[in-house]
């Protein structure tokens, strides 16, 4: 009789802690370019797109094209390590200038927080931003940076505020999924 009880217990136990690591990706599949050594999960529904120039990869909703994320490789200047770039705070403010919101792009950046996340031997920053555009409308970017080979690696999520009401804890697993070789 005792065996039979913790038998139930064990089964209800592995079945929820396996339903919970099933949700944190569920709705995701996996983008993996070994050869830049890098991935990331992205939503179910979305599709590779020409990048043009700048971005290594972009995929989008089929549904809503205007939710993106991508990929940038930029050069790190020294070979310096994302913490000798400089604090969370300090490189998602740099991000918001140089990359989300440029000078004479018409968008404003507020960064809403910075945070710093160790995965193994790597270092990577995640940013939230809310981002005006210059028709008053207002999106939301998540963020993902980590330095690895001499290259500043970004992951760049963009999204409608309405879909972001909708799908945050989707796109924070999203941007929390990005890894670098």
Known sequence: ML???????LLVLTVTVTSCAASATAGLQ???????????LYPNGWTQVNAGKG?????????????????????????????ELGTPSE??????????????SGREAELLSAESLEKGDK??????????L??????????????????????NLSTTENSWQKRA????????????N
């Open 30 to 40: 996996p983008y993996v370019d070994s050869y830049k050594g890098y991935q990331f």
């Open 91 to 104: 490189v998602g403010y740099k991000l918001s200038k140089n990359a989300i919101a440029p000078a004479g």
């Open 3 to 9: 065996k039979r009880i913790a038998a139930i217990i």
């Open 134 to 155: 210059a028709n008053d409308v207002h999106r939301h970017n998540l963020a993902s940076v980590a330095v690895s080979r001499g290259k500043l690696f970004t992951l």
């Open 55 to 83: 971005p290594d990869v972009v995929f989008h909703d089929l549904i809503n094209q205007m939710d993106n994320v991508s990929v940038v490789i930029s050069p790190v200047p020294n070979g310096k390590t994302l913490a």
């Open 169 to 180: 804890y989707q796109f924070n697993n999203v941007v929390k999924s990005f890894s670098v």
């Open 123 to 132: 270092s990577y920053y995640i940013f939230e931003y809310d981002v005006k």
